[in-house]
């Protein structure tokens, strides 16, 4: 039996257009003589749909539209489809209103609906806000065979892979005991570095210690700061990995059960990127191109300072949006160094983007005048560096608004974490490309652009980093070496570590707690950021959901 | 028996200023005659704590703390205090990491701990994130009295009051059936419009229904966006109201508990606001200065355009912050209306607060200057319109960086829903003071404050609302009349409803289908806005979870 993989970009809540391509991906199913079509987890709306779930007529609409679509697939195709199904049973046992289902359509209707038993409720997930967990074992027979249903988290939690459980009940081991033939999970995982390593680890782990064939569908695109990257895969019932579809892009492979050998045959496996740059890199190319897309923009903009973050948001952009789509808007300062210019148009020329010069000289000269009554007799400081940053933000949302460009911010992780970034300034913008993108990370990535030919202008990669707010201004004068400052805050924000633990990795303690409490002090900035694209383990933004008006450490 | 009631105001994860204010209460009650003394949900390190709760140096911290406070308290005190206990079985059971707990203080230690039973997960609650629910019945006895222990939600599951069941178990039946004396309830309940109405309903018709005498103890004071309003109250056993402490106050009230009636004796009770818009007002002010306070500001600044919004969210600060600590700047452009000014200076006036006028005419022809080689023979529009409010955006950061002050925003709830603001303008703001309060309710709100003498000029109520950011402009010319708008906008956020539910109610389908998309289109803008304070059942903000990159309705 030929099993299809889509591997489907849907756009949230866009039904009717995440229907057509998965009718699209039925019929290639089909025309390869695939008996089973799989579609990624909420395939229907799209993966995650959010507060949308709250509206009932957004239910109901996608119940028709499962009933619709039914009629319009393939006959001879049973196809998986994801979608949420209203829990009957919510107000008199005092549940949770939906389940977050796969309904099984074949000969032109829904024939079972499966639910999903874990559900996440941590970092960016929310699935106990609107999900009761399923509590039965899910599967279906097909053809005579045997196919154990998972819908993603389903599969995350073999204590014997972790060393621990995070929910009570491991769907896996009820569907051996089930003795299923398969095992099919459907998923919308989100990337993060190196995730995909882990994924095939622990399905190489599940496969052999149940000795059963695993294929796993993963959703793929860019949905505001999640990157979902693909990669879908299967592994034989020895461990061995039998397919890999393409990363970060859309695709659709067909994996083959032989029912006599009870197994996958081997298939084509798509390589892996070769080193964590590249595919990082991917991954925000994805993220931004979708976010446009989805959001309807062909054209970005952004301000080019001659520094490195802008230097790779614009090599992301043009690789996302075509060179020709991207405008490079040099705002130059009297505190800008003459390489900042030079520097900025040596990138414009190596990546062919279209670019512009305004000057704020005279708009500083403007908000001097007008504010001199006020600021009179004070000396310059956080005000005055600000008020150059908002200018040019001022400026680049002027361009935006009149040409219906989408806004860049070109912020790092490193400069978000310590709050050393301009609310309402350079971090303004629909999309934060660099923003879960430490700066230390920021340099490897552009010295692997830079593997063939010059990429990024190699004065950006090797002069200090500087905000050039004030005369001679380097970072290094208020912050501390990247290296350092990088790993603090991974322990920080990624591994919840103490002052304590984190000065016995080696730092002096007034170091340490000058980096928590900047980290701490930035909560306010953070807030009102534009979503930054997701790939560390815990990015800012909807996993990291922190009080401000508080105070814990002094 | 005399329970002391501590209703406190607690600053986020501050853990030694939360204990103070324990141990003062403690004292207080003391000598007051108390046995018992009660604080809020989480009183340790306040509610809510947010992702704090990741943190385990955090957790640690609470633990030895809660040990040192034990041995701070009076003899003959027993005093319950909101704090979290980890999960011992987390890993092996599979469940969360921590319990939402209330400890049982007494002779100098921890005598018993009480684990909350219901987890709040929808809105602005993400308890689901952190806790595992609690599986046994609390309760624990006081010189003979059997008292039983819930913890806020524990006590909001009553199918017969609310015709359906949210969670399974009822922690109050479960009490009753273990024939407790009486119930304590400890809470950190947000406030929203008339919720105390419902609170004391539900409460009467539990002490009815289980003949047995309630003592409800709430949170007060303002953490970013939730005001917890305070308003702790008891019931006797046949449904009496017999003590109600103040409402949007730190507070501290006695209630005696008769062993041979089995019931309290009647006590105080404070009024309630006699009307919604003293009630709403009383919330905003409590918003602004705990926000205040608890990020370390003393003075405000804040833009006057003549209009009613900015007029009334001067009103609310020179009320939470003292007159001569608010800052109005005026910052008229050649669009400006005489009356502007002349309105704004009254209202200056008439609160007796600080201003400043700062005309943009300069640097509105300085980005034309800027801008011309690029906007030449364009037309004037939005992002024309958009500069001139980033101008005034731009002067009032520089005021608040130069001077420490916080920027309050404006903008009310209509304007946020249809995206009726400039983001990076006058949506600037550490706190966004009114974004949960609509435009009928502002108006509402103002006449209220007029009541006896003019706050708010005659003339800034009675006029058209106008953005003022081109020759003429109305907001009807946008919008429909707000009487109309904010109908739709309450069906669509607040009641979830569909398109055609709402042209039910008597709108043309044209106009509700152009708000629906207003608010979705909106998103981005929402994403980047401040904390706005909470007042309706569903705010922008922390319990609005919307995609951007989405398309539902076309």
Redesign the interface.
Known sequence: MKIAIAQLNP?????D?NIQQIIEAAEEAFTLGARLLLTPELSLC?Y?????L?????IK?MAEKLSELALQLPDRLAVLIGTVETNPQ??????KPLFNSIALLDKGRVQQIFHKRLLP??DVF?E??YFEPGYETNYFSLDGIKIGVTICEDLW?D?KFW???????NPIEDLVKLDVDLIVNLSASPYTVNKQKVREEMLKHTAIRATIPIVYVNQVG???DLIFDGNSFAFNHNGEEICRAKAFERDLVIVEYQKDRKDFLPGAIVALPEKEEEEIFSALVLGVR??AR??GFTKVVLGLSGGIDSALVAAIASVAMGSKNVLGVLMPSPYSSTHSITDAMALVNNLEINS?K???E??MK??E???EP??AG?EF????E??QS??R???L???A??FGYLLLSTGNKSEMAVGYCT??GDM?G?LAVIADVPKTRVYSICNWLNRDREVIPSNIINKPPSAELKPDQKDRDSLPEYEILDDILDQIICE??????IIATGYEPDLVNKVMKLVARAE?KR?????GIKITDRAFG?G?????????LK
Chains 1, 2 share one sequence.
């Open positions: 756009t949230i809540g866009n039904l257009l799209g995650p749909p959010r507060d949308l709250l509206n009932p007529s957004f609409n919510a107000a008199s046992k005092g549940e409720t941590y929310d106990d806000r939690n204590e060393g621990k459980r995070i929910y009570e009940v860019g949905n505001d979708d976010y989805k959001c512009y305004l000057p704020i005279s708009l403007g908000y005048e007008t504010l006020l600021f004070t400081g956080v005000a005055e600000n008020i908002r200018i933000g001022n400026l949302m002027a361009i608004n009149k609310l309402y303004n629909g919840h570590r103490s002052p304590l633990q306010f807030r009102q950021a534009p979503p909807t990291w959901r922190m009080p401000i008006a508080s105070r814990w």
